[in-house]
């Protein structure tokens, strides 16, 4: 789903704060020297992405921190950081041996640290795999936290791995192929052909990479989409390029939502409560759904809007919001089955397309 500018990295802008844990396996523990190997990538890797922020005229400060410079994190099995549940299940065992209560505990510690920071947590892992990048959901003030699992490639972690799993965390997409069908064929080839050295196409070695005017929009540097861009994205991606081009300009440069007017279009009545859905700054593909929860008045929670597919999908964006407690995460689909009269379900269908 859309998670642009909604984890606990927004826009790469201002000040931002790489956090580091060396993780690896019991008997299997990083050697001194190669930690602190790996750690200068890290830093080399956030100071490459500064670097390619001026030529934005983009004012990005990254601090990098270490959490666990004179000791590694074990976990049982590092494979299973691979799938999403693995990611979460090892996010919270890590931020346990780091001692703090899981976490979400950590991200909210961390901000409480480094208040005016936007903050994503790298996962250095001393095994060999694919990297990837995970928007974790913890319930909590820190709602969802970007993490960046870096495993070795041949040997070693390269410092432009880090950089392009740190630029999903800041809403960054992937620009390489992602699947078979013709449309990601056609993208991926206009694409290479419009900036083959985009750290989002290749990243194998930061010289000779760069950040392509299209990532450059994702990260919040220009606010000046041209149309091409929707050439050069993925089918899979396109919906949210839609809804960034079209709404970018309603987000400050911390990533928050900014409201100047709000109109209530829509109310469902359900026995736990009421879902309304909200227009806002008057533009039709900017809506939010409020939950009203029953017996409360205004102790409502904000659900920001995301798609998937053609529905709606709505994510948590207060610490009252548990995902489990309301089964959301299966989209908007779900909520109308089981929420709305079958007769007026047209009217919500009706408005789930963001182009
Ligand atoms: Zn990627």
Redesign the pocket.
Known sequence: MDTTWSGSAKKLLGNCLAVGVFVSEKGNEWGEEEKSETWAKVEEAMAWIVSQASGYNADVNFECLCLNPDSDTILADLSETGASSGSEEAAHQIAEQLEYKDASDMMEQLKEQYPSYQIHIIFLLNNESIA??EDIHVGGEGQSIDVCLIHKENGIVLSATIA??SL?SFGAI?LYQKGDEEGDIKTAEYAYKKFPNDI?IECEDLEGSEISELTAFYLGWHGDPKPWYKKAVNPYYLTVLNFLMNNHQYYDEQGELVVSQEEELLRYSFEEGEFIRIKLNDDDNLVLWKQVPSGSEDAYEFWEVGTEGEFYVLEGKTDKYSMMEMPIDAGMSYVIDKFVEPETRDEWFEMTVVE
């Open positions: 990837h990048h392009h799993e999903h992937d989002m």
